[in-house]
T-cell receptor
């Protein structure tokens, strides 16, 4: 079983350009999450999919950001008109509700990919 | 107010010794989960251990154990017999099950950088 994969691993772009990142989750996982991590901080939640439905979006996700998961498998995150403040590590995670915890409830543990590091010049 | 607080920006430990990384959390949700992740310099977040709010026992996973004190709202990570490969950033995270209808995104602390000395 392969883990979560993300492409590209690194992206350098000029301010104002559009960029798109891809995430391939663990194959049987129905939930997919996007996070952003800036230097010295923990990851911050951006958005979440269950199958192909985008169920939750953070206020961090401005209208320049859009995410899709068209067939409930891989997902893309697009940033339009990039700004220098968009420079960060973009992390994707996936999970399933089928992992029982000690008390029987689902742990819904999120497994992360290696991330895409974006640098906006 | 911060929901996850990690008060130790950096920690040093001698190889083969045990180390405790602190984490306190804040929630009014009775149902929640607590997670620890390791992030090496390569950047990938590696899941280490999980504790559910209703779990009666402290979670253990190999050399990792979670010292869960619910009344104090703390979930400290204990790493026994430290190894050089344990040098990394460690993040504590919480998932609230019912807060505001959230479907379970993780809320992370700022992390603790652990350095293992030979």
């Amino acid at each position: 079983d392969t883990g979560v994969s993300q492409n590209p691993r690194h992206k350098i772009t000029k301010r104002g350009q559009n960029v798109t990142f891809r995430c391939d989750p663990i194959s049987e996982h129905n939930r997919l999450y996007w996070y952003r991590q800036t230097l010295g901080q923990g990851p911050e939640f951006l958005t979440y999919f269950q199958n192909e439905a985008q169920l939750e979006k953070s206020r961090l996700l401005s209208d320049r950001f859009s995410a899709e998961r068209p067939k409930g498998s891989f997902s893309t995150l697009e940033i339009q008109r990039t700004e220098q403040g968009d420079s960060a590590m973009y992390l994707c995670a996936s999970s399933t509700t089928d992992h029982p915890g000690l008390a029987g409830g689902s742990t819904d543990t999120q497994y992360f990919g290696p991330g895409t590091r974006l640098t906006v010049l | 107010a911060q929901k996850i607080t990690q008060t130790q920006p950096g920690m040093f430990v001698q190889e083969k010794e045990a180390v405790t990384l602190d984490c306190t959390y804040d929630t009014s949700d009775p149902s929640y989960g607590l997670f620890w992740y390791k992030q090496p310099s390569s950047g990938e977040m590696i899941f280490l251990i999980y504790q559910g709010s209703y779990d009666q026992q402290n979670a253990t996973e190999g050399r990792y154990s979670l010292n869960f004190q619910k009344a104090r709202k703390s979930a400290n990570l204990v790493i026994s017999a430290s190894q050089l490969g344990d040098s990394a950033m460690y993040f504590c995270a919480m998932r609230e099950h019912n807060y505001g209808g959230s479907q379970g995104n993780l809320i992370f602390g700022k992390g603790t950088k652990l350095s293992v000395k030979p």
